[in-house]
């Protein structure tokens, strides 16, 4: 029987190539090159928006909110095996003004979410793989996406992922912190280059493994 694995997130998952703000193929990007990693056992379907949020309805770009989003894209695609979810950077913004607690906070709201939602096979929940996003790099106010994103949250990213991994730790979920294998290219200062997609790819391989879905 088929596996089918969700792979939640925002512009790092939709495959934003940095400095241009177009998209990988998908051969390139980290959902593309996981499929073709694992095989035809497993279909792996990637759901990445741009600037998407954990759970704040952003005033400024609007539709964002991604547990608003979650919980019918879970519906429209049970039975899941497990989900993947990677978000974090764009709730790191000036201006919602959270500091790492209360990223992980309203991440534990999408954690409940998946945890409740029947939507893994015989109504039971899928396994779940929490990715604390790559680190934004120091340079990041000398790139354009600088002045949207604006002051702290490079500060908000170093702080974000031990919170992430705490969550983890008290929920019974499985973590991968991206920033162990991957990092944001110089360019922007935010977003993967190729080798960061292949190598976050391979890491999701081995974990997706682990995980014996």
Same mark, same amino acid.
């Given at each position: ?100 607690f209360n990223i ?20 039971? #929940? *899928?396994? !779940?793989? %929490? ?8 340079? &990041?106010y000398e790139t354009?996406?600088? $002045? ?12 974000? #992922? *031990?919170? !992430?991994? %705490? ?8 973590? &991968? ?5 991957? $990092? ?15 190598? !976050? ?13």
């Amino acid at each position: 029987m088929q596996k089918d694995i969700l792979c939640f997130g925002d512009s790092n998952t939709w495959g934003y190539i940095p400095g241009l703000a177009e998209r990988y193929p998908r051969e390139i990007r980290w959902t593309g090159r996981l499929q073709r990693m694992l095989g035809e056992e497993y279909y792996v379907i990637e759901d990445g928006q741009n600037s998407r949020t954990i759970v704040w309805d952003d005033p400024v770009t609007g539709y964002k909110n991604g547990l608003t989003y979650l919980i019918p894209c879970l519906e429209a695609h049970k039975p899941l095996d497990a989900v993947v979810i990677m978000l974090g950077t764009n709730d790191m913004q000036e201006r919602f003004q959270l500091n790492g607690f209360n990223i992980a906070r309203s991440m534990e709201r999408m954690v409940d979410a998946v945890q409740f939602s029947r939507a893994g096979r015989g109504g039971q #929940a *899928p396994k !779940l793989l %929490l990715i604390a996003p790559p680190l934004i790099r120091d340079n &990041l106010y000398e790139t354009p996406l600088g $002045e949207n994103l604006g002051a702290g949250c490079i500060e908000r990213s170093r702080e974000t #992922a *031990p919170h !992430l991994k %705490l969550l983890c730790e008290q929920t019974g979920i499985w973590f &991968l912190d991206a920033q162990t294998v991957a $990092e944001a290219s110089p360019e922007d200062a935010v977003h993967m280059d190729e080798q960061g997609h292949k190598a !976050l790819a391979e890491a999701v391989r081995d974990m997706i493994l682990k995980m014996e879905i």
